[in-house]
């Protein structure tokens, strides 16, 4: 566990966690579903489609795949086929993250109250959240898509989630979260960052870093914040 401020610290009682990249092991599904799209229609590729996707909602995705290929069927069709695509992986393959439940039982055990802040559809968040048996852990769910946003290019998910939890102060919330433009939007608003690795931004974890309170390599480190904060 890196902390980058020995400053004083506010008691956190609630934790919000980005979830794609963050407590599941999703992004190679993300880089991939551009390629998995393009095989299943037998398209021609466009380049190097895996650095574009896998910072897209599924609704970018469906409305560049749309334009690129110029495909005469609807956005909504297009959105309807990742999401089939998705759907399938969510409910069959896409794991937890490794020391993710022991660190969720950890701050449960500890009383902390936990969201999720998210980018991703409700339905898939939910499907998989079941799958792993993570819900009861889970207090509330907010999507970027439910408080107008497209992705976390403001604050919004993370103070609504923050309400939801009974709290108003965002320095009372840690915010877990493995993307950089995600991580300075909720430094910005005030909330204590945890910044959290995955391989789909190690090239700008640098960026990343810089947006935390604190920088965890693994989830198993997680705990270590009650020992701060309690």
């Known amino acids: 566990l890196h902390v980058r401020s020995r400053r004083q610290r506010q008691m956190c009682i609630r934790d919000s966690f980005d979830m794609d990249g963050t407590l599941i092991d999703s992004m190679p599904l993300w880089r991939d579903v551009g390629q998995t ?14 650095r574009l996707f896998h910072k897209m909602t599924i609704i970018q995705a469906a409305t560049y795949l749309k334009d690129a ?68 852990y889970i207090d509330t769910v907010r999507t970027c898509g439910e408080v107008g946003m497209t992705k976390k290019e403001g604050p919004s998910v993370y103070l609504k989630c923050l309400q939801d939890l009974g709290g108003s102060v965002p320095e009372t919330c840690y915010v877990f979260e493995d993307a950089p433009h995600a991580a300075e939007s909720a430094a910005q608003a005030g ?40």
């Open 191 to 230: 909330f204590q960052v945890v910044a959290v690795y995955d391989d789909a931004y190690a090239y700008d974890l640098p960026r990343l870093k810089k947006a935390a309170r604190y920088y965890c390599q693994k989830a198993s480190q997680w705990p270590a914040l009650l020992e701060d904060s309690f």
């Open 69 to 136: 290929y110029q495909l005469p069927e609807s956005t909504e069709a297009v959105h309807r086929e990742i999401q089939e695509i998705a759907w399938q992986a969510y409910a069959e393959k896409v794991p937890l993250k490794d020391g993710v439940a022991e660190a969720l039982d950890a701050f449960k055990a500890a009383g902390v109250r936990m969201a999720i802040a998210t980018a991703n559809e409700r339905s898939l968040v939910e499907l998989v959240l079941n799958r792993l048996n993570i819900a009861p």
């Open 37 to 50: 799209f393009r095989e299943r229609r037998q398209l021609p590729p466009l380049g190097d489609m895996t």
